[in-house]
């Protein structure tokens, strides 16, 4: 099980979520939740992430989406 995010880990979070759909989706959540559903399974396998570690990283790489 995963601890809970601090504040301020929780605000770096939502700064880094926000920067993803406004530069790479146009800001369109529903074109970011539509890449994600089709590429979470091959991140969650790359990560070595189970079902109930689905919790997501947000890193380098996730700021490459289309």
């Keep these: 099980m995963r601890d809970a995010l601090s504040s301020s880990e929780a605000a770096l979070c939502s700064t880094a979520y926000e920067e993803l759909r406004r530069r790479r989706f146009d800001g369109d959540f529903e074109r970011l939740h ?3 559903r089709a590429h979470k399974s091959d991140e ?3 990560r070595g992430l189970g079902a109930a ?3 997501v990283d947000v890193d380098e790489a996730a700021l490459q989406a289309p």
């Design 34 to 36: 539509t890449w994600w």
């Design 44 to 46: 969650h396998a790359r």
């Design 53 to 55: 570690e689905a919790a």
